[in-house]
């Protein structure tokens, strides 16, 4: 069946312009995350959600970083104002009721120039 | 403080070898993720872990909740094993990560 998908895979963007990263969740699955990996670091916690809500936000970066997810399935991440810190590989997971079981998707590389 | 901690950061070792990934972790769990990364990026989840020992293929994991430690075995190594483990926590809402084990096994 179909796994997590993300979009793009790929996005160059100049500074301080705004980006929107995109997580299609595996059909039915209510928990969804973000992370992302700079380079040459490890993974880094960002938001939860269990279905439309997020208990969780203590881990985005900073206030340009906003995610949401609507109808409990597609979920976008937005960085306003983008800096060349933000540069990494954005990924997204989906799972089951509790999110315990985690399905990644193949990231989005963005890169900001 | 890394509430994740891993060990070897890195590892090399003779295709046919047995190897062993160390995780220690200081929060309260529900479960524990080991996660493999290949050269590519791409995270695949190797085991779910709340209790005892799991097994798949060439590949072992067990976890002590009274001692927070779980390890990941794999036995009679190969070159596609050849990869980044990573050990994860989930601890509340929130996934804990380790800095991850590079693993190189040699022909």
């Known amino acids: 069946g179909a796994g997590v998908s993300q979009s793009p895979s790929n996005k160059v963007t100049e500074k301080g312009k705004d980006v929107e990263l995109r997580c299609d969740p595996i059909?039915?699955?209510?928990?969804l995350y973000w992370y992302r990996q700079s380079l040459g670091q490890g993974l880094e916690f960002l938001i939860y959600?269990?279905?439309?809500?997020?208990?969780?936000k203590s881990g985005l970066p900073s206030d340009r970083f906003s995610a949401e997810r609507t109808g409990g399935s597609v979920s976008t991440l937005t960085i306003q104002r983008t800096q060349q810190e933000d540069s990494a590989v954005y990924l997204c997971?989906?799972?089951?009721?509790?999110?315990?079981?985690?399905?990644f998707g193949p990231g989005t590389r963005l890169t900001v120039t | 403080k890394n509430e994740v901690e891993q060990s070897p950061q890195n590892l090399t070792a003779q295709e046919g070898e047995f190897i062993t990934i160390n995780c220690s972790y200081s929060?309260?769990?529900?479960?524990l993720h080991w996660l493999q990364q290949h050269p590519g990026g791409g995270i695949v989840s190797l085991f779910m872990?709340?209790?005892g020992k799991k097994k798949h293929g060439r590949l072992i994991a067990t976890i002590n909740i009274q001692e927070k430690h779980s390890s990941l075995h794999i036995t009679a190594s190969h070159p596609r094993d050849s990869a980044v483990y990573i050990c994860?926590?989930?601890?509340?809402?929130?996934?804990?990560f380790g800095t991850g084990t590079s693993l190189t096994v040699i022909p």
């Open positions: 872990l709340s209790s």
């Open positions: 929060v309260g769990i529900s479960a």
């Open positions: 959600f269990q279905g439309n809500s997020a208990p969780d």
């Open positions: 059909s039915g699955h209510t928990a």
């Open positions: 994860a926590v989930l601890g509340g809402n929130q996934f804990y």
């Open positions: 997971a989906s799972g089951g009721q509790g999110g315990i079981e985690q399905y």
